[in-house]
């Protein structure tokens, strides 16, 4: 194994999204045996190094579902922008369909000003219709959302178009179930677009050749690497790309069923240190194959 992509939310990070010590170390070890660690994720760039600011450690990222890729110095080194006339059909459909949405630029994640409320009123709603909502779940997956680093608000839409940005990534998100079918099916048969979600409450839309998998195997391209070399960990819909184009890949044991069955393996979930025990896992599998 010579390059390993890790997902970021439910994988690396654990349910406060933090990274533990033994997931830290891990990813050093790997290093220290010559892998290229690459994190490839669904968040915007700036954002990620932030959740690492913490840490010693420094990779090359995938972000915003593929449609970046930075170098370790921060460098972009690839980028695939959603074209501006679908950005704008998207969004005038999100807005007037009253979502919560986050487009991410080079420099910030654009988002109505009117977001949280938005989200506070779908909220109510669904405690209204069913008072035994586990509300504090849902409360928790709204901080989540705006723990990211990087927003930037706007009245309307059109002030993102009219910025003339490169836009990579525009996220939906809902606690409505039906509001977010409704979405997926607007969305899903645009064959310019890559549809995928990442989470329990968004659906994400990217350019269609800006993938997870698209990404790595354009990094291995970049370091002259078989994509048989490669491995992949993720837990959601918005990993299986790389899963699958990865020569070996682990899914997380809190990950979503698409994902476990498309995997080589299950490792533990991303509060009992997973990616520790699937790097561990390779490395030694490597070190069997090819003895020092
Ligand atoms: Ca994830």
């Known amino acids: 194994m010579k390059i390993i992509a890790i997902d970021l939310d439910g994988t690396l990070l654990n349910h406060n999204s933090e990274i533990s010590k033994e997931n830290a170390d ?52 690839d980028s695939v922008p959603l074209p501006p006339n679908h950005a704008e059909d998207i ?64 009245k309307t839409y059109q002030e993102i178009i009219q910025s003339k940005e490169r836009l990579y990534n525009i996220l939906a998100f809902s606690f409505d179930e039906e509001k977010r079918a409704e979405g997926w099916r607007r969305f899903e048969g645009m064959e310019e677009l890559t549809l995928v979600s990442s989470g329990l409450h968004n659906f994400e ?48 044991a809190n990950g979503r069923d698409p994902v476990i069955e498309a995997s080589d393996f299950i490792t533990k979930s991303n509060d009992d240190h997973g990616v520790a025990y699937a790097i561990h896992r390779w490395l030694k599998e490597d070190s069997s194959t090819h003895p020092a």
């Not at 949280?116 to 409360?139: F, G, H, S, V």
């Not at 002259?224 to 790389?242: C, F, K, Q, R």
């Open 205 to 252: 839309l990217e350019h269609k050749e800006a993938s997870k998998g698209l990404a790595l195997q354009k990094l291995a391209r970049h370091f002259g690497i078989e994509m048989e070399d490669t491995a992949a960990i993720g837990d959601s819909p918005n990993d299986l790309s790389m899963i699958q184009m990865a020569g070996k890949s682990a899914a997380m």
């Open 26 to 77: 891990a990813i050093k070890e790997a290093q220290g045996h010559g892998v290229e660690v690459v994190v490839a994720t669904g968040r915007a760039e700036f954002d990620v190094r932030q959740v690492f600011s913490k840490t010693d450690i420094n990779t090359w990222v995938i972000g915003a579902n593929g449609a970046t890729i930075h170098t370790p110095e921060r460098k972009l080194f």
């Open 91 to 154: 969004l005038e459909w999100l807005e007037r369909k009253e979502f919560y949405y986050e487009v991410f630029s080079d420099e910030a994640i654009l988002t109505p000003e009117n977001g949280r409320r938005l989200l506070e009123i779908e909220l109510d709603r669904l405690k209204t219709a069913n008072p035994q909502t586990d509300m504090k779940t849902l409360y928790h997956s709204m901080e989540k959302q705006f723990g990211q680093t990087g927003f930037a608000h706007v």
